[in-house]
């Protein structure tokens, strides 16, 4: 069963920065796509950011220029970089291999005003 362990989060001030971390098991890492999501308060998911098995990423653009996101293949693991922190950033954020259905338990960012 693949799992999906999610770190980093905590309160932060408008402007701020976070590093996520999202550690994966049992998974061929590095044949999968990986990708971060979030999740506000009454709102759907959405995504924000993937890194493909060739290390070319996109991003949400309401995230572009702000946040980064980088994977680790030896370890299992994506990173999100999150620079200049907004209010509206507030979520919980979750990782995701491509085509597989499976979530861990997030993280949640705050960002303060």
């Known amino acids: 069963q693949v799992q999906l362990v999610e770190s980093g989060g905590g309160l932060v001030q408008a402007g701020g920065s976070l590093r996520l971390t999202c550690t994966a098991s049992?998974?061929?890492?590095?044949?999968?796509?990986m990708a971060w999501y979030r999740q506000a308060p009454g709102k759907q998911r959405e995504f924000v950011a993937r890194?493909?098995?060739?290390?070319?990423?996109m991003y949400a653009d309401s995230v572009k220029g702000r946040f980064t996101i980088s994977r680790h293949n030896a370890l299992s693991t994506v990173y999100l970089q999150m620079n200049s922190l907004k209010p509206e950033d507030t979520a919980v954020y979750y990782c995701?291999?491509?085509?597989?259905?499976?979530w861990g338990q997030g993280t949640q960012v705050t960002v303060s005003s």
């Open positions: 049992n998974l061929i890492f590095s044949s999968y796509t």
């Open positions: 890194v493909n098995t060739y290390d070319i990423t």
């Open positions: 995701n291999p491509s085509g597989i259905d499976i």
